[in-house]
């Protein structure tokens, strides 16, 4: 669909969450919402950005049986392709609100940049469908915790693209059951590095291609100039957009290691650190290299680096009666190897996906929607991981140690950094957070 074909400036419809005190008060629209059963056993989907990761998404719930029916994106060019990939049947739209009108869809990827996240879920909860977002699920604090009280109050089945929790031979799954079950003993330090961001630039300013609406690609992220290097997968490197590596895949390895040490509702209570940022004009900024400590009340430190010279990008977890290291391509240690003499109990890792057998990510979500379960990366849990890596990044930038009460979710005597929690959004695409 051409770009005139988009809802205009007046047609917008702020959506949002009204405030109460403190606390979140549930939009009306959530309340409301009946629940649309699946025909039959053919589950029909909506794609919300199909650039890049977003049709992976695409194409794993089509191998899941799914069946497409549309494509938002406010890019004509990937979408025009990602039709064409997928049979040329799928409807385009540029703006995504025209696909959470139909009735005929049951769920929805999302595969758009971080900053459109959690409007998108919430008007897609909103719409009656279900949603599988891609990590990191949140560009702020605050909207994490809009969003779980959301899935809360709507019921829908919601999975966060976390697909280490499903995939990659089951090592994150052993790693975390042999946590679980007491083989490292008393878990001490938890190790996450993650790999080097981009640095570059000076970018040059210049006029959108055609084929993109550079307003909406925007959102509420300030009005700024088109680049290139701002937009599509470079989108990573800008703070208005993403939290960099950080959040990026800083996300995917610390919610392995609140999983294994059973902090999937709760959180750091002290954080620090330093960052090294490219501090170019026009161009990158979020930090390349980081060394960030993270301390629990139960004793873990989890520290969350670029690069340590000890091993590859991964987990490293270290207890008092042993060590293991887990990334997408290996699980070592002698925890690991004392399986061939004592396996873990029977049912550990279908216990840690609730009941359901690990394998895909996306067929977990699919088996949800269709018996009402809760997926194995959910909202909530998701929501510490990703504050972990928010209260990182608020540690680094500000260049000084914060401290957080994961009870009552905030940054304790400093106001500077607990405003941090929120950002500003340009109308008219914002949504509103708790204060």
Same mark, same amino acid.
Request: aromatic share 8%.
């Given at each position: 669909m051409r770009r005139g074909s988009r809802f205009t400036r007046r047609d917008f419809v702020k959506t949002g969450a009204a405030l109460s005190g403190a606390g979140l008060v549930t939009p009306y629209w959530l309340t409301g919402a009946a629940r649309a059963e699946p025909a039959g056993t053919n589950l029909r989907f909506g794609a919300i950005g199909v650039n890049g990761r977003g049709f992976d998404l695409v194409e794993q719930a089509i191998r899941g049986g799914a069946q497409l029916m549309a494509i938002a994106d406010v890019d004509s060019q990937p979408a025009e392709q990602r039709k064409q990939q997928t049979g040329g049947k799928a409807d385009?739209?540029?703006?995504?609100?025209?696909? @959470?009108?139909?009735?005929? =869809?049951?769920?929805?990827?999302?595969?758009?940049?971080d900053h459109w996240h959690t409007k998108i879920a919430l008007e897609a909860m909103h719409a009656g469908k279900d949603v599988y977002c891609e990590?990191?699920?949140? @560009?702020? =604090?605050? %909207?994490?915790?809009?969003?779980?009280?959301?899935?809360?109050?709507s019921g829908r089945v919601f999975q966060v693209g976390t697909q280490q929790r499903s995939e990659y031979g089951s090592n994150f799954l052993t790693a975390v059951a042999l946590c679980r079950a007491g083989r490292v003993?008393?878990?001490?330090?938890?190790?996450?590095?993650?790999?080097?961001?981009?640095?570059?630039?000076?970018?040059? %300013?210049? %006029?959108? *291609?055609?084929?993109?609406?550079?307003d909406f690609w925007l959102g509420p992220a300030p009005k700024v100039p088109y680049m290139p290097e701002r937009c599509h997968f470079k989108f990573r490197w800008w703070y208005d957009y993403s939290g960099g590596q950080v959040t990026d895949w800083g996300v995917h390895h610390v919610d392995i290691a609140h999983w294994a040490m059973g902090a999937t509702d709760t959180g750091p209570v002290a954080i620090e650190g330093t960052g090294e940022f490219p501090k170019i004009p026009l161009g990158y900024e979020t930090a390349v290299k980081f060394n960030i400590k993270c301390n629990f009340r139960s004793g873990v430190e989890l520290l969350i680096v670029n690069a340590v010279p000890e091993f590859d990008n991964g987990v490293l977890i270290e207890g008092t009666q042993g060590r293991l290291f887990v990334n997408r391509g290996k699980l070592t240690g002698r925890p690991v190897e004392a399986l061939a003499e004592a396996p873990l109990p029977e049912g550990a890792l279908l216990k840690l996906c609730k009941g359901k057998q690990p394998g895909s990510h996306m067929g977990n979500f699919m088996e949800c929607i269709k018996d009402h379960g809760e997926p194995v990366s959910d909202v909530a849990s998701h929501h510490r991981s990703i504050?972990?890596?928010?209260?990182?990044? =608020?540690?680094?930038? @500000?260049?000084?140690?914060?401290?957080?009460? *994961?009870?009552? %979710?905030?940054? =304790?005597?400093?106001?500077?950094?607990?405003?941090w929690q929120k950002r500003k959004q340009r109308s008219p695409y914002q949504f509103q957070v708790s204060s």
């Amino acid at each position: 669909m051409r770009r005139g074909s988009r809802f205009t400036r007046r047609d917008f419809v702020k959506t949002g969450a009204a405030l109460s005190g403190a606390g979140l008060v549930t939009p009306y629209w959530l309340t409301g919402a009946a629940r649309a059963e699946p025909a039959g056993t053919n589950l029909r989907f909506g794609a919300i950005g199909v650039n890049g990761r977003g049709f992976d998404l695409v194409e794993q719930a089509i191998r899941g049986g799914a069946q497409l029916m549309a494509i938002a994106d406010v890019d004509s060019q990937p979408a025009e392709q990602r039709k064409q990939q997928t049979g040329g049947k799928a409807d385009l739209y540029v703006d995504y609100r025209k696909l @959470l009108d139909r009735k005929d =869809i049951d769920f929805v990827t999302i595969g758009t940049p971080d900053h459109w996240h959690t409007k998108i879920a919430l008007e897609a909860m909103h719409a009656g469908k279900d949603v599988y977002c891609e990590k990191p699920l949140t @560009l702020t =604090i605050d %909207e994490g915790k809009l969003l779980r009280k959301a899935v809360k109050d709507s019921g829908r089945v919601f999975q966060v693209g976390t697909q280490q929790r499903s995939e990659y031979g089951s090592n994150f799954l052993t790693a975390v059951a042999l946590c679980r079950a007491g083989r490292v003993g008393d878990i001490q330090r938890i190790t996450c590095a993650i790999g080097n961001a981009d640095s570059g630039g000076p970018f040059k %300013e210049q %006029e959108p *291609p055609a084929h993109l609406d550079w307003d909406f690609w925007l959102g509420p992220a300030p009005k700024v100039p088109y680049m290139p290097e701002r937009c599509h997968f470079k989108f990573r490197w800008w703070y208005d957009y993403s939290g960099g590596q950080v959040t990026d895949w800083g996300v995917h390895h610390v919610d392995i290691a609140h999983w294994a040490m059973g902090a999937t509702d709760t959180g750091p209570v002290a954080i620090e650190g330093t960052g090294e940022f490219p501090k170019i004009p026009l161009g990158y900024e979020t930090a390349v290299k980081f060394n960030i400590k993270c301390n629990f009340r139960s004793g873990v430190e989890l520290l969350i680096v670029n690069a340590v010279p000890e091993f590859d990008n991964g987990v490293l977890i270290e207890g008092t009666q042993g060590r293991l290291f887990v990334n997408r391509g290996k699980l070592t240690g002698r925890p690991v190897e004392a399986l061939a003499e004592a396996p873990l109990p029977e049912g550990a890792l279908l216990k840690l996906c609730k009941g359901k057998q690990p394998g895909s990510h996306m067929g977990n979500f699919m088996e949800c929607i269709k018996d009402h379960g809760e997926p194995v990366s959910d909202v909530a849990s998701h929501h510490r991981s990703i504050t972990t890596c928010h209260l990182a990044n =608020i540690a680094i930038r @500000l260049g000084r140690p914060i401290r957080w009460d *994961p009870d009552s %979710e905030q940054i =304790i005597g400093d106001d500077e950094a607990n405003a941090w929690q929120k950002r500003k959004q340009r109308s008219p695409y914002q949504f509103q957070v708790s204060s």
